[in-house]
């Protein structure tokens, strides 16, 4: 081969190369679901307002960590805006269970509340400013309880979630292999899990109880379970490794192993 097809060969497997590692990043402007078996994964949240331009204030993710709210969503912006919030809220326990809320943005801050938000579940949001800006998502989060496994769960998730927000908004994110992804999010919080049950009894647990914070495995990947959504029939999880970057996934029950969490895992601190 002479240098000039060499030359040739090499710029197209460097293109080809790149256009593959930007897929991951480029999911969440395609607006569809991609699926592989039971596994489905790509666009999984709404989001409402792309149409507005985006707002300057974002999500101020250590100050959210610290509100243990069991009954309404806590927003804090990393700017002291104030306006007419509204609020898309997806419970991902059943996501048919969908509602526009309107709520207060103060300063920055704004408590999203509704009859329909419970303690211990899973929610995703997004929301727009005075109709004129989006806050730019996703938003995912769970509500925290009386409990201090409440409160792990809980806290186990914002921490996860901020990375994938990171990863979405195309800031520097903790990247790593699926166990060690797995394993940072919850060491904060509480002892890692040991498997001793399947996939099928993680939907008898998240149907009597909570499962965010679960531990989930195949033969070769490690996942964290999030909710069992009852309307779709499938699992939420969340993924660090998958596709090379962190995902949120939708998964049928598929004979995996479950570590699961409970409340001698956790400590209060």
């Known amino acids: 081969m002479n240098c000039k097809n060499l030359t040739v060969c090499l710029l197209l497997t460097f293109v080809v190369t790149e256009t ?3 897929w991951p990043r480029g999911a969440r402007q ?4 991609s699926s592989s078996g039971n596994t489905s994964y790509g666009q999984v949240y709404d989001d409402q307002y792309l149409r507005l331009p985006t707002s300057s204030a974002i999500y101020d993710w250590d100050e959210i960590a610290k509100i243990d709210a069991a ?3 806590p927003i804090v912006l990393d ?3 104030s306006g007419k919030l509204e609020v898309k809220l997806t419970c991902l326990n059943n996501s048919a269970d969908t509602h526009t809320i309107q709520a207060e943005l103060k300063d920055g801050r704004a408590e999203v509340r509704h009859a329909s938000i419970r ?3 899973m929610y995703r949001l997004c929301a727009a400013i005075d109709d004129k800006q989006r806050i730019p998502g996703p938003y995912f989060t769970a ?3 009386d409990c201090v496994e409440a409160r792990g769960r809980r806290r186990i998730i914002v921490r996860y979630f901020e990375q994938y927000w990171r990863k979405e908004n195309g800031r520097s994110y903790y990247d790593s292999n699926c166990e060690a992804g797995y ?8 002892a890692l899990p040991r498997y001793s049950h399947n996939s099928h009894n993680l939907i008898a647990f998240a149907k009597n109880g909570m499962i965010h914070g679960d531990k989930c495995a195949n033969s070769s990947h490690v996942w964290m379970a999030l909710a069992y959504d009852e309307h779709k029939g499938s699992i ?3 993924d660090s490794n998958f596709n090379s970057t962190i995902m949120v996934i939708l998964r049928q029950s598929g004979g995996w192993s479950v570590g699961r969490l409970t409340a001698d895992h956790f400590s209060e601190g």
């Open 119 to 121: 303690p211990g579940a």
């Open 183 to 190: 394993r940072w999010a919850v060491r904060p919080f509480a």
């Open 71 to 73: 009954d309404y969503i």
């Open 143 to 145: 509500t925290s309880g």
């Open 30 to 33: 395609r607006r569809s679901y």
């Open 79 to 81: 700017e002291p805006i």
């Open 236 to 238: 939420w999880c969340i």
């Open 20 to 22: 593959a590692m930007a």
